[in-house]
């Protein structure tokens, strides 16, 4: 086994000493219709998808359909005596096309509550895992186990006409999404509350009922999770979680599986875990600085240690983004109304103030502004949620709405299944030569 290894690892660094050196002499040289680079860095910029439900603009951040959150705080409805907006009518505008009114937003709700019932073979599923499995471990299994469900599966088993392939993807969607905050906080309770579970209310909306069956009843925390139900739903289609849906939902998978395998993905470090690194960070600043709450000056120097050390500030930069992210924005203000005197909010605005003006004097930050991470866990915090390891699996609630909603418009498009050219770096280097032709020049 050694033997094995320590010839890959030599065979590995070799291979990446040679694409280093090809990407720095031949990088922006067009392969097809894009530039090598972006073949072997994660095709950033690349234009390969469509995705309805969401456009993300590097300037004015996310829109749902053409509406920017602040327009989507102000124009969706809300919870009786609520000033958040009610995710059950972003995801009508998602999957809909238009703004709902408060009836439909009410009939989005009573759809949910009428399929919200979690076959006990799920909970028997869960039970089987060890408590200190992650929840994300704990989700996933779930969500498999909740594919016995599958409509779609059912019926292109028994020789579904491909026009209805739709309508089995909606009606898996409407299952999925309305048993989710169930499984969600069933594992939240099993984990950290001593597996003392509490029963739904049906006369609660989406987001409510699920701040309640984890243990909230604070309505201040159920406007947080319809905030953050909101603000976390969809990313247009590129992001790991919404493009790997996509993806297995091109190959005829069902939404279960589809939605399975997003979460997947969004348990990754790269892309979920960022809000409880954001948290972490703060502490261990707190930690080192002896202080629960850092001046800008003891915070500046920080983040220069930070930076002086190789290592990032968590929160801050995005992909796409070149200006501070409206998710975070929408945060802060909750934050203000609700949590002005909060230590840690205090800290993260404070950190606001400080961080972007340090990461522009470097020169080589594309985005020094802050993203959606760079607050929601504080908001969390303040009400006591410290279960960090459950960050993800709210994520993956919220992300539900834009990933099926997508979903079903992929099956009633009919779009095809998803398979790109790929290339070996010896391909291109005989290519580099003259030798050999690149597919698709």
Not at 78 to 93: M, V
Not at 165 to 191: G, N, V
Not at 200 to 219: C, R, V
Not at 318 to 326: C, G, S
Request: hydrophobic share 40%; net charge negative.
């Amino acid at each position: 086994m050694e033997v094995l290894k320590e010839r890959f690892k030599a065979k590995a660094d070799s291979v990446g000493v040679e694409i280093k050196q090809i990407l720095k002499e031949h990088g922006s040289k067009k392969i097809g219709e894009v530039v090598l680079s972006q073949v072997y860095q994660g095709m950033r910029g690349m234009t390969g998808l469509v995705t309805e439900t969401s456009l993300l603009d590097s300037m004015e951040g996310i829109r749902f359909r053409g509406y920017s959150i602040p327009e989507l705080q102000q124009k969706l409805p809300k919870a009786k005596g609520g000033d958040e907006p009610l995710p059950e009518g972003l995801f009508y505008l998602m999957l809909i096309g238009e703004l709902p009114s408060e009836e439909d937003v009410h009939l989005v709700t009573s759809v949910l509550q009428r399929r919200s019932h979690v076959p006990n073979h799920v909970f028997a599923t869960i039970e089987s895992l060890p408590v200190s499995a992650h929840p994300m471990t704990q989700f996933v299994v779930a969500i498999m186990a909740l594919q016995t469900e599958s409509q779609f599966a059912r019926k292109y088993a028994a020789g579904m006409n491909k026009k209805d392939y739709w309508d089995a993807c909606f009606e898996d969607t409407m299952d999925l999404i309305a048993r989710l905050p169930r499984i969600a906080a069933y594992i939240y309770r099993r984990k950290y509350k001593n597996a003392e579970h509490i029963q739904p209310n049906g006369l609660l909306d989406w987001a409510g009922n699920f701040a309640h069956m984890m243990g909230y009843e604070d309505e201040r925390f159920h406007e947080l999770m319809r905030l953050y139900m909101t603000i976390h739903a969809d990313h247009e289609g590129g992001n790991v979680s919404a493009h790997t849906t996509h993806l297995v939902g091109s190959a005829l998978s069902d939404p279960f599986l589809s939605f399975a395998a997003g979460m997947n993905g969004l348990a990754g470090p790269l892309h979920g875990l960022a809000n409880q690194e954001v948290v972490k960070w703060i502490y261990e600043m707190r930690e080192e600085l002896g202080v629960e709450q850092p001046s800008k000056e003891q915070i500046d120097a920080y983040v220069r240690k930070t930076i002086t050390e190789g290592k990032v500030v968590p929160g801050y930069g995005h992909a796409v983004l070149r200006k501070t992210d409206p998710r975070f924005t929408a945060q802060m203000e909750f934050g203000k109304k609700h949590m002005s005197d909060d230590p840690l909010v205090n800290t993260v605005w404070n950190i606001y103030e400080v961080v972007p003006p340090i990461l522009q004097s470097l020169g080589k930050i594309k985005n020094p502004w802050p993203n959606v991470d760079a607050h929601s866990g504080s908001l969390l915090v303040h009400f006591g949620m410290t279960e960090y390891d459950f960050y993800t699996v709210l994520f993956g609630v919220s992300r539900s709405l834009g990933v099926m909603a997508s979903l079903c418009w992929d099956r009633a498009l009919g779009y095809a299944l998803e398979r790109p050219k790929s290339v070996t770096t010896e391909s291109v280097k005989l290519w580099l030569e003259g030798k050999h032709e690149i597919w698709g020049e």
